[in-house]
């Protein structure tokens, strides 16, 4: 079984609807991040979380909040979606200095 | 602030011919350097990575990088390149003060390999 799933894979939705990402990991890492991906600019950071208490924005995470339910789970919420959230979204994990990747979810906003 | 740049975005190699892709990192001091491969439809893999020693480290799948301190470079090698190589390339710093493990990614490099 994978150490980092994400679901769904992929997501169609509308303008303006609200939707929710998921990311679990058996890999028993504190830290967790929420990156975007764009053709041409590589991954951005939304949010990081060093462990259940601690929420921290990214480069850009205006649009996206987060949630920590537990040391293994850590959810990306888009409050109402827009079409240039239309991206490859990934979350990672980390103990100490190098991160681990889940497969990703493709979200196309129309 | 930090950046990193990948020069090129696209290359094509033959099979069996050797590869260089380039990383250009702007820091301050020395940062952690990784390389992640993602192939179509696959998360990032980390093929390397560098915190400090010898300059010149072994990966996963064959590929080797060498950090260069003088052209703030870490590039990512292999002698032979096999089709199934074929995917793209992120170069990724890290700030050795551990501002919460973040790393900052290059744009990435796409590679194409020719039978």
């Known amino acids: 079984d994978a150490d980092v799933t994400q679901t769904p894979r992929n997501r169609i939705t509308k303008t303006g609807k609200r939707i929710m990402l998921e990311c679990s990991q058996t890999?028993?890492?504190?830290?967790m991040y929420w990156y975007r991906q764009d053709p041409g600019l590589g991954l951005r950071l939304i949010y990081y979380s060093f462990d259940v208490k601690d929420i921290n924005k990214g480069e850009i995470s205006d649009g996206y909040s987060v949630s920590r339910q537990a040391q293994a789970k850590f959810s990306l919420s888009l409050e109402s979606a827009i079409p240039n959230q239309t991206a490859l979204y990934f979350c990672?994990?980390?103990?100490?200095?190098?991160?681990?990747f889940g497969p990703g979810t493709r979200l196309t906003v129309l | 602030a930090q950046s990193v740049t990948q020069p090129d975005i696209h290359i094509t190699v033959s099979e069996g011919a050797s590869l260089e892709l380039r990383c250009n990192y702007s820091?301050?001091?020395?940062?952690?350097l990784f390389w992640y491969v993602q192939s179509p439809g696959q998360g990032l893999q980390l093929l390397l990575k560098?915190?400090?020693?010898?300059?010149l480290v072994q990966g996963i799948k064959g590929f080797e990088a060498e950090f260069k301190r003088s052209q703030s470079s870490f590039n990512l090698r292999k002698p032979s390149v096999h089709w199934s190589d074929a995917a793209e390339y992120f170069c990724a710093v890290g700030r050795p003060d551990n501002q919460g493990g973040k790393l900052i990614f290059g744009q990435g490099t796409e590679l194409s390999v020719k039978p």
């Open positions: 820091y301050g001091a020395t940062p952690y």
């Open positions: 890999k028993g890492h504190d830290r």
């Open positions: 560098y915190f400090s020693g010898d300059t």
């Open positions: 990672a994990t980390s103990e100490g200095r190098s991160q681990y």
